[in-house]
Nanobody
Framework: QVQLVESGGSLVQAGGSLGLSCSASRRALSNYAMGWFRQAPGKARELVAA????????RYVDSVKGRFTISRDDAKNAVYLQMNSLKPEDTAVYYCAAALTGYLGTKSSEYGYWGQGTQVTVSS
C-alpha cells in the first residue's frame, strides 16, 4: 500500500506562488500515475493535474493551464505541483493521489491511494 503525505499548503496573496510536495512511503511511485486534486468548500473534488508513470503524459484542468506545473521525481519518490499566478478561486484543500495503474486517469475512482490533503488559501 502506498502512503502519501502532502506539504506546502499555506496562505498566499493573489498573484503569488506556492509549491506543493507529495512524498510517498511503503512503495515506489515509479509504476503509478499521479494526480493532484482539489476540493473547495461546497464543491466537488476535481482533478487539477495528472502525470503518467513515464512523466511524458500530463494533463491539466483548463482553469490552471499555464499557471500550474506537475512534475515527478521517482528517485525521491515524490510528486510536485508548482502553482504560479494564484487566484482566490484556487483556494481549496489539495490532495495528492496515486492511480491504480501507470496510466493517466481523470476520475477520482481511478486513484486508489490518497494523502490527507493540504490547505491552500489565496487572499484577494
Amino acid at each position: 500500500q502506498v502512503q502519501l503525505v502532502e506539504s506546502g499548503g499555506s496562505l498566499v496573496q493573489a498573484g503569488g506562488s506556492l509549491g506543493l510536495s507529495c512524498s510517498a512511503s511503503r512503495r515506489a511511485l515509479s509504476n503509478y500515475a499521479m494526480g493532484w486534486f482539489r476540493q473547495a468548500p461546497g464543491k466537488a473534488r476535481e482533478l487539477v493535474a495528472a502525470i503518467d508513470w513515464s512523466g511524458m503524459n500530463i494533463r491539466y484542468v483548463d482553469s490552471v493551464k499555464g499557471r500550474f506545473t506537475i512534475s515527478r521525481d521517482d528517485a525521491k519518490n515524490a510528486v510536485y505541483l508548482q502553482m504560479n499566478s494564484l487566484k482566490p478561486e484556487d483556494t481549496a484543500v489539495y490532495y495528492c493521489a496515486a492511480a491504480l495503474t501507470g496510466y493517466l486517469g481523470t476520475k477520482s475512482s481511478e486513484y486508489g491511494y490518497w494523502g490527507q490533503g493540504t490547505q491552500v488559501t489565496v487572499s484577494s
